[in-house]
C-alpha cells in the first residue's frame, strides 16, 4: 500500500455525531487525496491536497472538511455525520508530479446509523 | 460526474481466455490509467497510457487509447483465477493531471 495507513479501518457511528479518520502517508508525498466508493457510483473525490495547508475540494465535498497540517498527514471530517455518508473510504497520494499516478490506502468502512 | 464509463459492467470467463474492459470518456486528457480492485482493498495502480500512445504493453496487459473516438480498452490475455477483481478506467484533464476521475468499474469474474 506505498507507506499510507488509515484510521480507524472500521467505524460505526451515530447520525449527528462528528467523525475524523485519518491518512498517514511516510513518503513525504506532495499530493493526497480523500475518495468515497458506493456501489453504482464507483470512486468519487471529496478533497485532495496540494501541500501543507493547500487544499481543494473534489465532487462530492458537500458534509466533509479536510486538513493537512503535516505533510504526512491528511485527515478528513464529517461535522454532523448522516446515513448518506455510509461508504468506504480511501485515501490516495500521487507519485508523479507530471503523470499521477496514484496510490491507495486500504480503505474505511464508515457506518452511521 | 464520471467522465469515464467502463463497459461491460461484468464479465465472466474461464481460466485461459482472454478478457477485454473498454473506457469511454467525454473530454481531452493528457494520460489514462487502470487499475484493479480486490474485494475488500484498495484500488492497483495498473498502466498509465499518455495521450500521444496508442498502445501499451506490461507483462500480459495490453492498452489501447484512440483519442478520437475518446476511448480505451483493457486486455487482459491468458487470464487466471487471481485476474478476479474489478478494473477501473481513471482520466484526467489536459487542465490538469493531479486530479483523476474514475469510471464505475468492470467486474471481471475469471472462473477455474
Same mark, same amino acid.
Given at each position: 500500500? !506505498? /507507506?499510507? =495507513? *488509515? ?12 467523525? =475524523?479518520?485519518?491518512? %498517514? *502517508? ?10 468515497? $466508493? ?8 471529496? %478533497? ?6 493547500? =487544499?481543494?475540494?473534489?465532487? #462530492?465535498?458537500?458534509?466533509? &472538511? ?14 454532523? !455525520?448522516?446515513? &448518506? $455518508? =455510509?461508504?468506504?473510504?480511501?485515501? !490516495?497520494?500521487? #507519485? /508523479?508530479? #507530471?503523470? %499521477?499516478? $496514484?496510490?491507495? /490506502?486500504? /480503505? ?6 | ?23 469511454? +470518456? ?9 487499475? @484493479?480492485?480486490?474485494?475488500? @482493498? ?17 507483462? @500480459? ?18 487470464? @487466471? ?5 474489478? +478494473? ?25
Amino acid at each position: 500500500d !506505498a /507507506g499510507i =495507513t *488509515q484510521s480507524p479501518r472500521h467505524k460505526v457511528t451515530e447520525t449527528g455525531t462528528p467523525v =475524523t479518520l485519518r491518512c %498517514h *502517508q511516510t513518503e513525504n508525498h506532495r499530493y493526497m487525496y480523500w475518495y468515497r $466508493q458506493d456501489p453504482g457510483h464507483g470512486l468519487r473525490l471529496i %478533497h485532495y491536497s496540494y501541500g501543507v495547508k493547500d =487544499t481543494d475540494k473534489g465532487e #462530492v465535498s458537500d458534509g466533509y &472538511s479536510v486538513s493537512r497540517s503535516k505533510t504526512e498527514d491528511f485527515l478528513l471530517t464529517l461535522e454532523s !455525520a448522516t446515513s &448518506s $455518508q =455510509t461508504s468506504v473510504y480511501f485515501c !490516495a497520494i500521487s #507519485v /508523479g508530479e #507530471v503523470r %499521477h499516478e $496514484q496510490y491507495f /490506502g486500504p /480503505g474505511t468502512r464508515l457506518t452511521v446509523t | 460526474s464520471q467522465q469515464g464509463e467502463e463497459d461491460p459492467q461484468a464479465l465472466s470467463i474461464q481460466e485461459g481466455e482472454n478478457a477485454t474492459m473498454n473506457c469511454s +470518456y467525454k473530454t481531452s486528457i493528457n494520460n489514462l490509467q487502470w487499475y @484493479r480492485q480486490n474485494s475488500g @482493498r484498495g484500488l492497483v495502480h495498473l498502466i498509465l497510457i499518455r495521450s500521444n500512445e496508442r498502445e501499451k504493453h506490461s507483462g @500480459r496487459l495490453r492498452v489501447t487509447l484512440d483519442t478520437s473516438k475518446k476511448s480505451s480498452s483493457l486486455l487482459i490475455t491468458a487470464s @487466471r483465477a487471481a485476474d478476479t477483481a474489478s +478494473y477501473f478506467c481513471a482520466t484526467d484533464s489536459v487542465g490538469g493531471s493531479e486530479k483523476l476521475v474514475f469510471g464505475k468499474g468492470t467486474k471481471l469474474t475469471v472462473n477455474p
